[in-house]
């Protein structure tokens, strides 16, 4: 009888556990306090703003643009369209570890680091840097795969 | 008595033996290899895209340019912040080509002429008359993508050993 109840219990937690993990990655501190801040940004910006899209984000990453060194571009150039996947630097060949948290752990957890990747990767598909909106847009996105 | 004062003498006799046999070795090693990297930083932050070159492979004057032109990196916007950038300007500046003991480096030194600061390694004149017989083709396969991978073709290059016995060149 008791064994019949430890492996209920067993499968009861093992259950509970699959079902956090499916309720998929979440922002530590830094990440919360800093997409709140792009989120009040953005109101700020943009009174009509409904909060952050992983869909709109995903338009932005996929989007090609002309690049003078490498005919044309995207993030997809770079990190493949499944984020769970290494990529390759487009220039140089060295690989990129995958940007999906469920892939890489250290992924979205430092905002000093999200900011530098973002800043240099827009200046790099799009010539400019990210706006507020689409900056959040993209990380919902990376934390949605 | 005597004998243990005989054998004191005849340790520290031997003991003294050994320091320049083993400093020579040292130096002989120094001469070949391009001193290793020490900062994590640059490690991680210049790591991420690149091969890690030794600070030793240019002069001073080159790694200053480099670090203060971050935003525009071979058509690239490679920037830092500022604490970041000045440690890794200050690391590469230290160890650059006029403080390392390698040969190499004082070879690359002498081939530049005072009044240029090449930003590429491949552009020095050193570099490029070693590289004189290599096809610009091969540059191009998948996996070699570029002169400035120095270890698709020099299997240590992330040793600092360059040698003409650790090439390798890739067929694709």
């Not at chain 2, 004062?5 to 120094?30: G, N, W």
């Amino acid at each position: 009888m008791i064994t019949l109840l430890k492996v209920l219990l067993a499968g009861l937690v093992f259950v509970i556990t699959q079902e956090t993990s499916f309720a998929g990655f979440q922002f530590n501190e830094e990440m919360k306090i800093f997409m709140h801040g792009l989120e009040q940004q953005a109101k700020k910006e943009e009174p009509s703003f409904k909060g952050f899209n992983a869909e709109k984000g995903k338009e932005i990453f996929f989007k090609e643009n002309k690049s003078e060194k490498h005919g044309k571009i995207s993030c997809v150039t770079c990190h493949t369209s499944d984020l769970k996947q290494k990529g390759k630097n487009v220039s140089t060949g060295k690989v990129i570890e995958p940007l999906s948290p469920s892939a890489d752990s250290s992924r979205l957890t430092n905002v000093k680091d999200v900011e530098k990747w973002l800043k240099r990767n827009f200046n790099q598909v799009y010539g400019r840097e990210g706006t507020t909106i689409e900056k959040g847009h993209v990380l919902l996105f990376i934390k949605s795969n | 008595m005597i004998n243990i004062k005989a054998i004191r003498v005849m340790i520290v006799f031997l003991a003294a033996l050994t320091i320049p046999s083993v400093s020579l070795a040292d130096k002989k090693e120094d001469a070949k290899r391009l001193p290793r990297i020490t900062n994590d930083l640059y490690r991680k932050e210049c790591g991420a895209c690149h091969f890690l070159y030794q600070p030793g492979l240019l002069p001073e004057r080159s790694w200053i340019k480099i670090m203060d032109t971050l935003d525009k990196h071979f058509g690239e916007d490679a920037s830092l912040d500022t604490a970041a950038k000045e440690e890794i300007k200050k690391y590469l500046a230290q160890n650059s080509a006029e403080k390392s003991a390698a040969k190499r480096s004082k070879k690359i030194l002498s081939s530049i002429k005072s009044s240029s600061t090449p930003v590429r390694i491949s552009e020095t004149p050193y570099i490029q008359s070693k590289h004189r017989k290599i096809y610009k083709e091969v540059y191009k396969r998948e996996s070699i993508k570029s002169i400035a991978n120095c270890i698709a073709c020099h299997k240590t290059a992330d040793e600092g050993l360059y040698e003409d016995d650790n090439i390798e060149i890739p067929k694709k």
